[in-house]
């Protein structure tokens, strides 16, 4: 499932990411990576705050639904 369906307060494991090389190198380079685990902290409309990596970070609708749990 697409990381924007998960609930907030969960952990989940990375299982793909999707997108065009550009995408997933930029993704990559804040700490989405295959097998990693994430967390949804919070939920605002179409933006949420993820931790991944003892990082939070703030994604959009578009780049949360790269990212497969």
Do not use: C, H, W
């Given at each position: 499932?697409?990381?924007?369906?998960?609930?907030?307060?969960?952990?989940?494991?990375?299982?793909?990411?999707?997108?065009?090389?550009e995408t997933k190198r930029f993704l990559?380079?804040?700490?989405?990576?295959?097998?990693?685990?994430?967390?949804?902290?919070?939920?605002?409309?179409?933006?949420?705050?993820?931790?991944?990596?003892?990082?939070?970070?703030a994604l959009g609708q578009s780049m949360?639904?790269r990212i497969m749990v």
């Amino acid at each position: 499932m697409s990381l924007i369906i998960a609930q907030e307060g969960d952990v989940y494991p990375i299982r793909k990411i999707t997108g065009n090389d550009e995408t997933k190198r930029f993704l990559n380079s804040l700490g989405f990576v295959v097998g990693e685990q994430v967390t949804i902290i919070s939920k605002n409309g179409e933006n949420m705050i993820v931790n991944v990596k003892d990082s939070r970070v703030a994604l959009g609708q578009s780049m949360a639904s790269r990212i497969m749990v």
